[in-house]
């Protein structure tokens, strides 16, 4: 699996695209007279006569191109790591990325970010455990290359995702401007990436409470 380089971005910059109509002129000599002639045919009246435009030729109706759908995400399922759980809409409080408010049955999807369908890349948070319960993404350490993970939109279509990138980083060097903005990815692929935490535990609270050191990062690309 492709691992992403480290670059600790936290500014993400939305390129802007222009279109460029250019216009090609040929050269004339400046002393040739404007035609100002009417057009005439060299041919026999016999050769003049005009062939009728065939009648078979077969009518071709443009494919127009589907819109993405834009309803709700409803559910994310990845069988081989023990996902099955409804999403919530998450986004920013003050600086910070949120976490799901229901945190031991809720994936969230930053809504700030890109949505699936979109040929972007959405991005997904959930927890390992919480006080003591797993949370959706207790087994996300144990994906493996090609494991499947979809997305199935309220009242709208299934997205099916394969795993291509697993990364644990220590938490004050999470590149998550990058992992945001995906500049790797290729044109053409959609993404989604999975956080959560993970790796080294720190107790701080007697009865065993505390936070991890680590976070776990999931990349899959759709697949249809």
Partial sequence: MRVLPYIAIFVFVAGLSLLV????FSNESASAPAATAAPFDHRTPAEATPTEAPTDVPTVTPTA??????????????PEVGIDNAIEEIGKTGNQLDTPKDAVNKVGWYYIYDKPGYGGNAVFAAHVNYNFKNGP???????KPGDQISIQM?????YAYEVIFYQRYDVDKIPMGELIDAPQKPAGDEWITLITCGGRFQATEPNGLGHY???????ARRVS
């Fill in 137 to 143: 993404f207790a087994n996300l350490a144990k994906v």
């Fill in 65 to 78: 191109t589907p819109v993405p759908f834009d309803g709700p995400l409803a559910r994310m399922v990845a």
């Fill in 154 to 158: 309220d009242g709208g279509p299934t």
């Fill in 213 to 219: 050191l680590d976070r776990d990062v999931v990349i």
């Fill in 21 to 24: 109509a250019g216009f090609a």
